[in-house]
C-alpha cells in the first residue's frame, strides 16, 4: 500500500512525454523537477557537478525566462495527464540579478499558475538569503509541497549550488531553519505534503 504522492524526474533532460508517462506508471499526484537550466550541460563530463555550478552562477534574467516558459510547457503537458507540475528550488535560484530581481522572482512572475506550482524547499531557500515563511505566506497560492531540509556553516547568503563553499547538511533544526515557522506557513498555505 505504500503510496508516492510526488517524484522529482528528469524533465529538460528526457522528453517530456516520457517523463509524463513514468508519473503516471508511479501513480503519482505532483510531478517535479528539481534542476533543470536553458541549456543543460554535458552530464559525460569528468565533472557534472562542476559544469553546472558554472552555469547557474551566470544565469541571466533572460535565462531565468526562458527557464520559466520551459516550466509552462512542462506544466501544460502535466496538467493534460492529469498531473500537478510542480517546480523545487535550490539556493541559485535567489540570487540576485542585474536588475535587482531574484532569479526565484523571475520564475514566480513568468510561470502561469494554473500549470506550475513550487516545492519549497526551505533549507535551500534560507541558504540562498531568502525568508521562506514570507514566501510562502505571500505567495500562498503558488506552493503545493514544502521539502525541509538544514544545513550547517551558514553565516551568509551563499548562493553557489555546489563546489567547496557550498553549504553541508545537518540534522533539522539544529542551525539554519527556523522548523515550527516554516512548517506553519506551509499549512496556512494550504500546502497538503511536507518532505524531511
Known amino acids: 500500500g505504500l503510496r508516492a504522492p510526488s517524484a522529482l524526474l528528469p524533465f ?17 499526484e505532483y510531478v517535479g523537477s528539481s534542476l533543470f537550466l536553458p541549456h543543460m550541460p554535458d552530464f559525460k563530463s569528468k565533472n557534472p557537478l562542476q559544469a553546472i555550478n ?3 552562477v ?16 512542462f506544466g501544460e503537458k502535466a496538467k493534460a495527464a492529469g498531473l500537478q507540475y510542480v517546480y523545487h528550488n535550490h539556493n541559485f ?7 535587482g530581481l531574484r532569479g526565484f522572482d523571475i520564475l ?17 531557500m534560507k541558504v540562498g538569503g531568502a525568508d521562506p515563511v514570507a514566501l510562502l ?3 500562498a497560492e503558488r ?10 556553516n551558514v553565516t551568509k547568503p551563499v548562493t553557489i549550488f555546489g563546489g567547496p563553499d557550498a553549504p553541508a547538511p545537518t540534522a533539522l533544526g ?22 524531511v
Not at 539544529?174 to 518532505?195: E, M, Q
Open 93 to 99: 535560484e535567489f540570487r540576485v540579478l542585474g536588475g
Open 58 to 73: 551566470s544565469l541571466t534574467e533572460d535565462d531565468f525566462k526562458k527557464m520559466a516558459a520551459m516550466a509552462n510547457g
Open 12 to 28: 529538460g533532460m528526457e522528453d517530456t512525454g516520457k517523463v509524463v508517462e513514468d508519473a503516471k506508471a508511479l501513480g503519482v
Open 174 to 195: 539544529r542551525v539554519c531553519l527556523d522548523l515550527l515557522p516554516s512548517v506553519g506557513a506551509g499549512r496556512k498555505a494550504g500546502v497538503r505534503h511536507f518532505y
Open 137 to 139: 505566506t505571500q505567495h
Open 143 to 152: 506552493f503545493a509541497l514544502v521539502h525541509i531540509k538544514d544545513f550547517k
Open 108 to 124: 514566480l512572475q513568468e510561470t502561469d499558475p494554473s500549470v506550475v506550482k513550487f516545492e519549497a524547499d526551505c533549507g535551500w
Open 54 to 56: 558554472a552555469m547557474t
